[in-house]
C-alpha cells in the first residue's frame, strides 16, 4: 500500500516497540527445558510431534541474551532411532530472507548502498516485465513485497530446477505483474533473489561468502550453510518428509542454490540461537557491534501493510495489525510487537519469532512440511514468558488444519463432479505428441513412451504420466511427490492441430501462475 497517515502511525507505533535493554552475556544452553515457564515443554512437544506426525524438532529459546533452550526432539529420519539434537541441521527456507535483509542493512549502514538507491543504479541490466516497476524499483522495495509480482509467481523458474541463479534472474523480466508497482502485496521470492545477487555487485563478495564472512563466523554459527551441496557427507542432518499424498514419506533435500538469499540457509537449534541473541541485541554479539543498532531496527520497521485473515484473527484475537518488514513480518501480539518469519520447503517447516521488548526469541525447524506445529510451539513458548493465560495452540492450530484439510478435500470431490464423462480426446495420441515453449520456461516435451503418453518440462527432471479426463485436458501424474497432480490443458489451433498446452504446478505450493506452452 501506498503510505498513509494510519499506516505512517503504525510505523511508529510499532517501531517505538522495539528499544530493548541489553542484559549480562551469558550462553547456557540447557539439556532440558528447566526454566520454569518451559516445565513441561519437554513432554508437551513429545506429544505435539506425534499429534501432528512430525518425526522430529528442534526448538531454540533466547530470554535476556541466555539461551535457555537449545534441543532437539524425536528422530531425525522417520522409523529410525537417530535423535534429532541441538547441531542437527535443518532446511529454514525463507528464514534465509532475514539474514539476506541483514546483510543488506550492513552495507547501507557502511555507505555501500542506499535503501532509495534505485536498483537500475546499482544494476543496469535488471529488468521487469513492467517498465515502471523496472525504472522505479528501490533497494528497499526487494525486500518488502511491493515490486508488483503475486505471491510465488514465476517460483517454477527456481524450484528444483536446472537453471542457474543469473538465468533465474535474467528471466524475471517474463513474469507478468499482479498489480502496479508499489500498491499491494505479493510475497516475491524472486526479489530477494535480486537483493542476494546486489551484495557482489557494491561489496565483491557473493552473497554466500558474505553471510559466511559477517555473520556465521562472527556469531559462531559453526554448522549452518547455504546450500545442499555442503550437507553431503555430514552425520547429523534432518530427513525431509511430506503428507502431501496422505502417508508419511521421505522426500529429497531441494536444491535452491539458484534462489540462494531467498531461502538456502541450512542450520541448527544451537546456531539459531545464537542467531536470535543477535537480532534481539541489536546487532551485538558477546559484546561487539556487528552492525547499528539502527539497521536491525530498521529491519522491524513495517514497510507493507498486510490483512490480518478471518482465519488468523479467529486464532488470535489479540493480533489487530499486520505487515511485512524487510525479511521479518510484524503485528501486535498480547499488546506487544511480534517480529517473525516462517520457512519452507519440501520437506521441512520453520518458524523464527522474536519479542523484543521482552528479550524473548525462539526458532523451531522440523522435517516435515505444510503444517502448524512450528507457530504452535512458538507461542507456548511466547505466553509461558509473557506470562499470560496458557493455551493449548498445539491442539487449536490441529483443529484448524483439519478443518482446512477437510475443505480441500470437499474441493477436489467438486473439481472430481466436473469431470465430463464419456469423452474422447480430439486427436490421436501421437497428435498431442511434441516439444512447446514457454518464454518464461523454457520447454514442454509430450512423448509416447511404450503405451504411457508423458510430459517432461526442460528445466526439471520430473515426469509426468498423462492420463486423459476429459475432452483436450489431461491429468498429469508427477513422479515427484510434491508436485503431485496437474490438469493440463491442450488447445487446437486454426488449422486444427494441437497447439498449445497449459498447467500450473502446485499453485498452493509452488507456483499460482499458469504456464503456456507453444508448439515449436
Excluded at 129 to 135: F, V, Y
Aim: a neutral charge; charged letters at 20%; aromatic letters at 8%.
Amino acid at each position: 500500500m501506498r503510505g498513509t497517515r494510519a499506516s505512517q502511525r503504525l510505523s511508529r507505533a510499532l517501531a517505538s516497540a522495539i528499544s530493548i535493554a541489553l542484559a549480562s552475556l551469558a550462553f547456557a544452553p540447557r539439556s532440558s527445558a528447566q526454566d520454569a515457564p518451559l516445565q513441561g515443554f519437554d513432554a508437551y512437544v513429545a506429544e505435539a510431534l506425534k499429534a501432528w506426525q512430525v518425526p522430529g524438532c528442534a526448538v531454540a529459546v533466547v530470554k535476556d541474551d541466555r539461551v535457555v533452550l537449545a534441543q532437539g526432539y524425536g528422530v531425525r529420519t522417520a522409523g529410525k532411532s537417530d535423535p534429532v539434537g541441538p547441531e542437527t541441521l535443518f532446511a529454514i527456507a525463507s528464514n534465509s530472507k532475514a539474514f539476506t535483509a541483514t546483510a543488506i542493512a550492513m552495507l547501507v549502514a557502511e555507505g555501500k548502498l542506499g535503501w532509495n538507491d534505485l536498483v537500475t543504479e546499482r544494476w543496469p541490466g535488471f529488468r521487469m516485465m513492467d517498465w515502471e516497476a523496472t525504472r522505479r524499483m528501490k533497494v528497499i522495495d526487494l525486500l518488502c513485497h511491493r515490486s508488483g509480482l503475486g505471491t510465488w509467481a514465476g517460483d517454477l523458474m527456481w524450484f528444483g530446477s536446472k537453471l542457474t541463479r543469473a538465468e533465474v534472474v535474467e528471466r524475471i523480466r517474463y513474469v507478468p505483474p499482479a498489480f502496479d508497482y508499489g500498491t499491494g502485496y505479493g510475497y516475491s521470492n524472486l526479489m530477494f533473489v535480486v537483493a542476494g545477487e546486489l551484495i557482489p555487485r557494491v561489496d565483491g563478495r557473493s552473497w554466500e561468502q558474505f553471510l559466511l564472512e559477517r555473520l556465521f563466523q562472527p556469531l559462531g554459527m559453526t554448522r549452518t550453510n547455504t546450500s545442499v551441496a555442503s550437507l553431503a557427507g555430514d552425520p547429523d542432518v534432518a530427513t525431509p518428509h511430506t503428507l502431501v499424498r496422505g502417508p508419511l514419506e521421505q522426500v529429497p533435500y531441494l536444491d535452491v542454490s539458484n534462489s540462494g538469499p531467498a531461502g538456502a540457509i541450512n542450520s541448527c537449534a544451537k546456531d539459531l540461537a545464537s542467531w536470535l541473541r543477535f537480532q534481539l541485541a541489536e546487532g551485538r554479539v558477546d559484546g561487539q557491534k556487528l552492525v547499528p543498532a539502527s539497521a536491525i531496527e530498521m529491519l522491524r520497521i513495517p514497510q507493507n501493510l498486510r490483512v490480518v485473515s478471518p482465519f488468523a484473527r479467529s486464532l488470535n484475537p489479540s493480533t489487530h495489525l499486520a505487515a511485512y518488514a524487510l525479511g521479518f513480518e510484524v503485528a501486535d501480539y498480547q499488546g506487544r510487537l511480534k517480529v517473525e518469519h516462517t520457512g519452507g520447503l519440501n520437506g521441512m517447516y520453520s518458524i523464527v519469532a522474536l519479542i523484543p521488548e521482552a528479550e524473548l526469541g525462539v526458532a523451531v525447524v522440523t522435517n516435515l512440511d505444510e503444517h502448524d506445529l512450528t507457530h504452535a510451539l512458538a507461542l507456548h513458548v511466547i505466553d509461558a514468558y509473557l506470562g499470560v493465560p496458557a493455551q493449548d495452540w498445539s491442539q487449536r492450530y490441529l483443529k484448524a488444519k483439519r478443518g482446512q484439510n477437510a475443505e480441500r478435500a470437499a474441493a477436489a470431490r467438486r473439481g472430481v463432479s466436473k469431470r465430463v464423462p464419456n469423452t474422447r480426446p480430439s486427436h490421436e495420441p501421437k497428435d498431442y505428441t511434441g516439444t512447446f515453449a514457454n518464454q518464461l520456461y523454457g520447454e514442454a516435451v509430450v512423448a509416447i513412451e511404450g503405451d504411457k503418453m508423458t510430459l517432461r518440462l526442460s528445466q526439471h527432471a520430473n515426469t509426468g504420466v498423462l492420463s486423459h479426463w476429459h475432452y483436450d485436458v489431461f491429468l498429469a501424474t508427477w513422479d515427484d511427490v510434491v508436485w503431485h497432480e496437474s490438469a493440463v490443458r491442450f488447445e487446437t489451433d486454426i488449422e486444427g492441430r494441437i497447439g498449445a498446452l497449459s498447467l500450473k504446478i502446485r499453485p498452493e505450493w509452488i507456483d499460482p501462475l499458469e504456464y503456456r506452452f507453444e508448439r515449436n
